[in-house]
């Protein structure tokens, strides 16, 4: 089976309070949309790595583009909590959060993903994580990173509105995706269901999941203007699309039809020769965080691949230099982001408050 890496993450859907919790409203508190009404909390450490591009476009006179660099310093995105040592992020990141909502009084969501599953990457090496099936890995993965992550995220309880606490985000990951998306919609949707089972069934029908993300470090667009040629086979030929054909069955399987989409790559558009293409695509930040995404089974637009951190020692190469390994800061690509972005990105000339 080719579905890997899916469990991947809660807390998209987490959001922590340090105000009164919201009483879950009468109806199915898991129908309500977590994201409405909250703002999108910024990862410091990402906000860190992006001081430098500030710097390089400060010293190419590029004010402006450097005041974009700030806004996107500014924009929510997720922590990936990718090994055991990582871990201490969560707290960490609750803790700042906390820290701005007291700030602003504005209730803040952390968005986490949780990404250490054994052999996570099929391509290995580097990015194919700390955890090895055949060396005990599923096991080691359970006990010394699921169980501790969750008593970190069950610390922040006293700070959580019980109505979104309980909603956990699944992701496939990118290239599940594209394999997924070339088969007819039913096929996934009756494997997502076997897991969603099997997760309530461990925890006595405790588990309960909120959507699936979609798109998470790849390059779709939201909405394809125009349409990509490769794309000519399938109905789902853009992430509105895939979203919206998929909803009827997952639905059909008990599913909740709920999506978060990333974007964060997915600014410009067709850049890409065939649609396999994954590492370090040409691209601009796409659409900023938002709810107001014209579809009711879109809760929101997410940018979850903080954008700069290599896919990896592939694909093109800027001004004739290649590409670090996975995960390591590209500062050529992440200039290249903010100059092509789509819709482009409203400049901040303030001092970062950070
Ligand atoms: C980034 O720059 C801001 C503003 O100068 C500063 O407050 C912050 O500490 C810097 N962050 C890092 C990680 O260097
Ligand atoms: C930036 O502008 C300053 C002042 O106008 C000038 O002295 C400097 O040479 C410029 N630097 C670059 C890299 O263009
Ligand atoms: C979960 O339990 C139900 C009831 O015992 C069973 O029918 C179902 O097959 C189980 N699901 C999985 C994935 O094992
Ligand atoms: C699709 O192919 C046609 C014919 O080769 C070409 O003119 C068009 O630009 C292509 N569209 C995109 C979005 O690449
Ligand atoms: C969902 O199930 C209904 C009732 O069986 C059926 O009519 C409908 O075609 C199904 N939808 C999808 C997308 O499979
Ligand atoms: C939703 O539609 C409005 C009005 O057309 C548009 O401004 C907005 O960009 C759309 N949202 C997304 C996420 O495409």
């Not at 922040?156 to 990118?174: K, R, Y």
């Not at 054909?245 to 065939?274: C, E, K, M, Y």
């Not at 579809?295 to 903080?306: G, R």
């Amino acid at each position: 089976m080719h579905i890997k890496a899916l469990l991947t993450f809660l807390s998209a859907a987490n959001s922590i309070s340090a105000l009164p919790p919201l009483a879950p409203r009468a109806e199915d508190a898991r129908d309500v949309n977590p994201f409405l009404g909250k703002n999108y909390f910024a990862n410091s450490y990402y906000a860190g790595e992006l001081n430098q591009t500030v710097s390089a476009f400060l010293a190419k006179n590029d004010s402006l583009n450097a005041a974009r660099t700030r806004t996107v310093q500014n924009t929510g995105t997720f922590v990936w909590i990718t090994s055991v040592a990582g871990l201490s992020n969560i707290k960490t990141t609750i803790d700042a959060a906390r820290t701005e909502q007291q700030r602003t009084r504005k209730q803040q969501i952390v968005q986490l993903v949780l990404y250490d599953l054994p052999d996570r990457d099929c391509s290995g090496g580097q990015s194919g994580g700390e955890f090895s099936s055949v060396n005990d890995g599923l096991n080691l993965y359970k006990k010394t990173f699921v169980d501790p992550y969750a008593a970190a995220l069950k610390a922040a309880w006293d700070l959580t509105s019980p109505s979104s606490w309980s909603q956990i985000v699944w992701e496939t990951s990118s290239r599940t995706r594209t394999y997924l998306s070339a088969q007819t919609p039913p096929q996934p949707a009756a494997e997502f269901a076997k897991v969603v089972s099997l997760a309530q069934n461990l925890t006595m029908g405790g588990a309960q999941i909120r959507g699936f993300s979609t798109d998470v470090s790849n390059f779709n667009p939201y909405i394809a203007d125009p349409r990509a040629n490769y794309t000519e086979y399938s109905n789902a030929y853009d992430e509105l699309h895939y979203a919206e054909v998929l909803a009827p069955h997952l639905a059909n399987n008990s599913l909740p039809a709920h999506f978060i989409i990333d974007q964060g790559r997915s600014g410009l558009q067709n850049t890409r020769a065939t649609w396999g293409e994954w590492c370090n695509v040409e691209a601009g930040f796409g659409t900023p965080p938002t709810t107001d995404t014209n579809s009711t089974v879109v809760d929101s637009i997410v940018w979850a691949k903080p954008g700069g951190e290599s896919d990896g020692a592939c694909g093109p190469t800027i001004d004739g230099v290649g590409a670090p390994n996975a995960g390591l800061w590209w500062e050529a690509y992440v200039e290249e982001l903010v100059k092509n972005a789509d819709p482009p990105i409203t400049p901040t000339y303030a001092t970062l408050r950070k």
